[in-house]
């Protein structure tokens, strides 16, 4: 009642909001057309996430010592958080990748950004695991695991909550596609032999993923859809030119999925051999390590930026051709890497 803020635009701060050293925003000098403020908001609907599970399991041992398993898991996760802009609205065009258009003019004027906090978000996953293993007897265990698995959402921030994720965030089913965590197949395979020759030990491990998924962007501080978000846009091929000039027409092209690419699949294989020695009250431990004992190149990804497309020079054809480089597995992974140590026991 007694702040001298600008009323109309000031929250309402109640006769007991009285604290101690923190300075009221002063509105009044902050006129519409001006920079304004940017401020961060939680939609006063905002729900804790949550996720339905269901798993099947089938194990049984097989051969004496040796069990297998098959498990069959689905999830579907609802009320996930994301990020919008509030003091954003479409202006009724077409951006230039056939996407809905933002305008310019915030219905706020007041503000700059209303970054809020929602909870309408979702994920689904479904995975197939079979997995064998030998228990470790007379020297010798292995075991052995495949996955397959398929992981959608419409925005994968639980690891990476660094602003709006979403191309358009007032369409988030636009942005429902695979998952930055999906991975079609995981392989794992390892094995422990302690020899009754000489103390010898071997024991290795192999071990193949397929890709992760990652987005075609347009890429640079391009912003298509002027929703004041570059880097989160994805071009549209199959554009057609219109006129002479410069204009295209992208509203019967094909838009590029969120993460419709793929990384290189992984392969790797680690081994280990130890010689034990009897000394004194003890054991010494020499072991000999290899890690991508294969040296196999793992390369991936680097250039992720589909580019600025499509684009027509005037009365030209429409270029959809990618970045030089884009998609281009030129990054190889970790070599192979040799490790010496020594252990004693007692």
């Known amino acids: 009642p007694n702040c001298s803020c600008y009323q109309p635009l000031a929250p309402p701060w109640g006769a007991a909001f009285d604290p101690v050293g923190v300075a009221r925003v002063d509105l009044s000098s902050i006129l519409p057309g001006s920079?304004?403020?940017?401020?961060?908001?939680?939609?006063?609907?905002?729900?804790?996430?949550?996720?339905?599970?269901?798993?099947?399991?089938?194990?049984?041992?097989?051969?004496?010592?040796?069990?297998a398993q098959l498990d069959f898991t689905w999830a579907k996760g609802y009320n996930l958080e994301r990020l919008t802009d509030a003091n954003r609205a479409y202006d009724g065009t077409v951006s230039v990748n056939g996407q809905p258009h933002y305008s310019s003019n915030r219905p706020n004027p007041f503000y700059l950004g209303i970054t809020e906090s929602k909870s309408d978000a979702r994920a689904e996953y479904r995975a197939l695991a079979f997995q064998a293993s030998r228990r470790f007897t007379h020297n010798f265990g292995a075991g052995v695991a495949v996955?397959?698995?398929?992981?959608r959402d419409s925005d994968s921030n639980e690891r990476n909550f660094g602003g709006i994720?979403?191309?358009?965030?007032?369409?988030?089913?636009?942005?429902?596609?695979?998952?930055?965590?999906?991975?079609?197949?995981r392989a794992t395979a390892n094995a422990v032999w302690q020899s009754p020759y000489w103390g010898l030990g071997v024991a290795g491990a192999v071990r193949f993923n397929t890709g992760s998924p990652y987005t075609g962007l347009v890429g640079g501080n391009s912003d298509f859809n002027g929703d004041g978000q570059p880097g989160t846009d994805r071009p549209t091929l199959g554009c057609v030119p219109v006129g002479t000039g410069t204009q295209i027409d992208c509203s019967n092209g094909q838009h590029l999925a969120r993460n419709s690419f793929r990384q290189p699949s992984f392969y790797t294989v680690d081994l280990r051999l130890t010689k034990a020695i009897a000394v004194g009250p003890g054991s010494l431990t020499l072991a000999l390590d290899c890690f991508n004992c294969t040296n196999t190149g793992n390369k991936f990804v680097s250039q992720t930026t589909y580019g600025q497309v499509p684009r027509r020079s005037p009365g030209g054809p429409v270029i959809e051709t990618p970045n030089p480089g884009f998609g281009n597995a030129n990054n190889p992974g970790t070599p192979f890497t040799g490790?010496?140590?020594?252990?004693?026991?007692?």
């Not at 140590?341 to 007692?346: A, P």
């Open 339 to 346: 490790q010496v140590s020594v252990r004693y026991d007692f």
């Open 165 to 185: 994720q979403a191309e358009d965030f007032n369409n988030l089913n636009g942005s429902y596609s695979w998952s930055n965590r999906d991975q079609r197949w």
């Open 35 to 67: 920079k304004g403020l940017p401020v961060f908001v939680i939609d006063p609907e905002f729900t804790n996430p949550h996720t339905d599970r269901l798993t099947l399991s089938v194990e049984r041992e097989v051969i004496p010592g040796v069990s």
């Open 147 to 151: 996955t397959y698995s398929e992981d």
